[in-house]
């Protein structure tokens, strides 16, 4: 078992040289093998408002020049736990949605095939839905954990079927969901009726919302979501706008009265145990960013879920 | 009893498609009767620092076009229990802070006689003075709860004795605020002296200051606030600056060490027992906002404050 | 014939006071006839780089507050010579590119059948296909005038045949343009191949290029378009990206050596001669837009086209 | 005659150290005596449109820090000819403009008789009334050069008769100007009506306008204004919108097509035969600025005009 | 004993006029004595990632235009109790680390002898050294309370033993710090490695870190630090980082996760009976920034910092 | 000889898809031979003012995604004539100007080696003397033609004998500079003293001013460059603030009045028949850039650098 190769040493190369990777990683190219693939797909045609995210994966990438070696909040050196990589962008094409959730199964598919875990940097949150497909055909139905805002099991937009509002209403149609472990946290705002929130729970999730963890905390919000997910399969679905605005304005469906980034980040530390298949962060849209500050929030996303993925296969392989 | 008129059908006509009224709401010459008024008042001569609110009602539009008609933190659907319009903006003298304060009473008197509750989208907080004149006409003195970093009960400045710093001053010494019902919530931040803290008790306000929030919590806060008010005639009034910078950068006289978006609109929503006869959210200036983060912010306040309004409405309608 | 009905008196109403309508002119539903209509068409779902145009016609109506009636440039009152109204938005399906091109074709044919002329806001280029086809229903083919740093006239792109870089090649196939007398004018940048110079002079395109200007001069290129298009029914389409970036931030496809808006405005001035049938202004994506310099920009652009229209209806009716 | 103090030693403080003066220079209190002085005036309450000038006075010191000592272009040395201060802001009044123009004129008064000349940088172009009113009491009634996009000689906008769209119409009226030998430079955009040039010739001025520039070029238009103006002692007001939004984003009522900086610079480098006795540059608006491209414009535009001045004091006392 | 000279009079001279000093302070020029100086050290040369704190001492004087007399959330009047000044900056060499160390250390110790304390604004963290070598001849080895998202207890980055990342280090081994009474506070993110933990120990510090505020809240983490500084002198060192990106987004090294400023203010309040003896604010970099919200609550910090010296002094005085 | 391997094919992967190199172009680890290399140098160490040019190579490579194969301009396929590679970034000591400038030189060697020719983008322009060592070993004395706003040829800054001032000046007394066939272009703005102008003479260089293109035309100006540089090897240096701040707000030392990038492309197409060595695009500084506007340009002039190049090298090999 040989050392996994690591970011750029900052001590070499400062961190705003070199071609931006995520957190310096070598690309997946430059490897014999992986266990992690952090990769981009930018594609943003499902979007409702205001588009953008389609170049949310070079922003993050951008973003994360400064992410060092060693997580103290886990205890973990996720890049030594296991070859952490990053697998370059999906190409989806930007005007087709039904061909670029095709393409994008494909290669979730295909990247799933030769790496252990896969983190996904968005794009909108249509592909969640192909993403999903691609690895509950590896690990069977999956506890979905969903931060957001919205609770994005509307039905149809426009006629469409599969947009950024619809992924897990399709996902749970389709069987992908283990309805009794999935769960949305942070979600907030004002919805079309009454009865989307009866719907949702129909399709099998329950909700901590926004006004939950206001008025309870985040202790209990974690202790609520724990239980919910239990020891199923974990897919994480982090979709940035489910922080505040004020910590997350490059996003496209912004909603006041969200979470911090401390909290968010709290909340994923506190899911170590947990098995974690899977995960994607999306709707970063950058031209509504400023100082990279969503891009930073994301990034620090990415590492933590990178690190839970990594600490489990380290220990796995008794590192 | 016929349906009120909503907003445009979004699964016909984009968010971000028509011209924009408050949440894509009809205009006030659309519908034959209204019930809850949204209303601009663009004008901001009389700010002591950085200018622009008279910008705040089209940036407040703008950024209510995610709205949705049903507010799940209430459980009401606002739009179904009244008929909400957007009343347009009411046309202030640039250059006349006294021609500007009288024309603003009149056109406030004059719509508070066609519908029955305003909420207002300033503008600078000199508008709350012939905003609260205009109340008080229909409803007696009222309970002003104050939400802001400011007293905004200083006397003069430059001679001026009607400014955005000098309302409720203004307010109490007419007669117009019950000084026994009337507090301030959120304030931080130097003042000129000890003195202002005395004026302001003997001008009938008590504090609920960003201090003690961040030490007592927001639930003790609220508990407070609402003894404070008690079932008076309730008048809220809400400077957007009341927010942390982060949560509202684009306003004129910001201060460090606010509240969160979350916890406003917390507090909001735990009025719903009282008697909401009017309110205001002023001094957003959108030249000094990024990403509409200020903008989202106010409109999901002035949402907030609808669907108060709304559901007592609709409650004694019976519907 | 009664007087049109022009904008919101500013000596009344402040130009930042009211819902913005372009140049505050009334909407076509508060008219009983109309002469010009300005048209939004918040689409974007064809452009292949940064997106965002959807919010166009929001941005350049905000951007239009400061339009005044009386155009010195072309010695014209326009809202005087004839009745202009803003038309609102064409709702276009943001997910589907063919039934949002048919849906605009249906509206602006329309649209073409209740006023004389249009101008109509993007929106990303793509529109232009459905908005020549109306226009060709009406005027029979017409000399395209295509203000662009792009062609315009490739083939496909990602299998799609109708997008933003697209238009021109599928108008010119369905001989909607005239192909004796169409140009393109300010194309610079770098291109696939040479093989798209010889494609497009094939589809009926002459070209005043970016680097014809800066060499030759401003002069010579309004003496040779007017040249190319002769006496022939005019449709002038402007993709702000015509602009230099210092100029236009606020688009989608920037390029470097773009034209400056005095010289943008000089062109179309020139054109007072013309028989101008229909216009677009596209490609304004406010996102990158600073200060409104790109909104102002196309604000402008629109303001001189309406005025062309109108003094040829009011030469018409002897005014 | 003692050697002048000049700025501040860059090659001992840093350019961007030290309490921000104009071009780093000594202020008035610091100096035995001076001759030109550079003066502040944050008023913007005679706005029509985006307010914040206010704050241009800061900007615009703060965007002088690069300013170095010798102009090549002019081949003077300015700080070395005569003794230039920064004179810090006039305080003025923002809630009566009446107030504040009274205070601008005696505060100008006082100033004009410590030094030679003046260069005032605002605040709103409201300020060149009560500056002009200071100036002819020294030097009787000048030729005005004035740069704008606006001819600035409405009569009253509402019922206010001294705003930032009036101060040449007060002017002319008062007999301040020279009305053979007055001309505006750089004007465009719309205008109220035809009337408004017929009572801008009555009052004196004769038009160069941007359309003007663009088609006969610069060289014709410093002619035509060198003639107009002659040998009479020249007052130079420089609205800042007179550049094209590109080069001045940081403006309240941009207008497209305007001039570009060289093109200004050049314009006043053409002017140094002629006796300039003051000079303002107004209407920057830091809100809207980027970068500090307006900001540097203005400071360039200012060091132009001090040039001058102090080329003309230098060489009367035969340095 | 004479009155302390408080700021510039805002009834007299409104806030946004005048030449920026801190909180509109005197100069130490133009008084006879002074306490406590505010002094800037524009230096960036240290930094690692992304520079331009060297604008950040006449940013932080730009943004304290609004700071008031009278704080109330100390209840100390701080320009009463004590003569504050703004004493300017300190030039630094920018291109030569070793250099600009040793003449801050040289002019800090000069100011230290003219006044009796010092809170100075970078200028990047590398001025701690300095700093901390100044204060510690007057006062001997001081408690540092370091506020920062880093440890900043590196030990050399590109052979450079000084640089904004190891100040502490350096302090620490040159015997400056109380190895028994240090604490950082809100460090979070990635680090290079876990020895960077054990080192950080052993260097004298303990931590509060962005993790234990979440969890245990701010009240448990005043108790820690003030247990841990004890009745030492007290020397505060505040990276505006440690703040969120939300609340500071224009500083170089952003991490997310941290304090919002209103915990921040409220965990410096606490310190009123510790022995101040010096503090800096730094890493203000205001490239970055956007509507001055780095830059109010960096002038809002000083303003807490000068408050705790000043109450100080007052009280020793018998103020 | 094999065809080169040219950008990523836009009509597979989108062109906001995939890691950012220059123009899409392979990396030079990812082909077997290189003819023209891009290669970034992230130092800005030696920057007298806004530093943050340590962020160009990055964002000039995310601004040129837009790049397409072929060069109408010029009628040349660059990418088809050589093998056009992005080589990297140079790592460069940020801390120590002397070690960097020595590592520049070394890499600059090294990759001069390995390809026939350089393109750099900067870092600020200290990197030019290494980079001219470098070329001179290969190529003997070379003529330089520098486009900036600045000379560039002061002696010391803070002692400092190499920062982004001084470049030129120790080229020349090294002798790497043809001291009859070099040229400023475009210089503007104040200097320290007349004696600037004499020295830069002394050392070799002419100077067409952006007011001499202002006065005289581009077209003069390509004639009095052409025949300065004649028929010596060419080394072209780009300080980006050649172009005014509306062109290039994103850079170091802006000054007014400068150059459009439709000139300066306009100049560097005139140079095909001159044999140009090297090149470097510097001090484009991102955190003051606006929608990549100026990073647009930097990465067009960059374009048509290896233009000119490519087409030698294909001419040469009688493509």
């Known amino acids: 078992m040989t050392e996994p190769i690591g970011p750029v040493d900052a001590s070499v190369t400062p961190r705003y040289a070199g071609i931006a990777t995520f957190a310096r990683l070598p690309r997946i190219e430059d490897v014999p093998d992986a266990d992690i693939a952090v990769v981009g797909i930018p594609f943003d045609a499902g979007v409702s408002y205001r588009p953008g995210a389609r170049f949310g994966p070079s922003h993050v990438r951008e973003s994360s020049r400064l992410l060092r070696p ?24 930007p005007f087709d949605i039904e061909d670029a959730v095709a393409a994008i199964e494909v290669a979730a598919t295909d990247l799933g095939s030769r790496v252990d875990r896969i983190v996904t940097v968005g794009g909108d949150h249509t592909i969640a839905l192909p993403l999903l497909r691609a690895v509950v055909k590896k690990h069977g139905p999956v506890a979905v954990l969903h931060f957001d805002a919205h609770l994005d099991t509307w039905d149809t937009y426009f006629g469409a079927p599969v947009t950024h509002g619809t992924p897990f209403r399709r996902a749970s149609e389709e069987g992908l969901i283990d309805l009794t472990a999935s769960c949305h946290v942070g979600t907030r705002g004002p919805l079309y009726s009454k009865q989307d929130l009866v719907d949702d729970e129909r399709l099998g999730f329950s909700i901590v919302s926004s006004v939950d963890i206001e008025e309870r905390g985040i202790e209990a919000a974690i202790a609520r ?5 239990g020891d199923r399969p974990l897919y994480i679905s982090i979709d940035i706008d489910v922080l505040d605005p004020a910590h997350a304005p490059g996003t496209g469906t912004p909603e006041a009265g969200g979470m911090t980034s401390r909290e968010l980040l709290r909340m994923l530390r506190a899911l170590s145990e947990h098995h974690v298949v899977g995960a994607d962060v999306v709707e970063v849209s950058p031209a509504y960013d400023h100082a990279q500050v969503t891009g930073i929030a994301a990034s620090h996303v990415v590492y933590e879920l990178v690190t839970l993925m990594a600490a489990q296969i380290g220990a796995a392989r008794g590192r």
């Open 225 to 229: 979501v724990r239980r919910r997910i």
């Open 70 to 93: 060693y997580n103290p909040a886990q205890d973990v050196s996720p890049f030594a736990e296991a070859q952490v990589v990053d697998a370059g962008d999906v190409a989806a094409n």
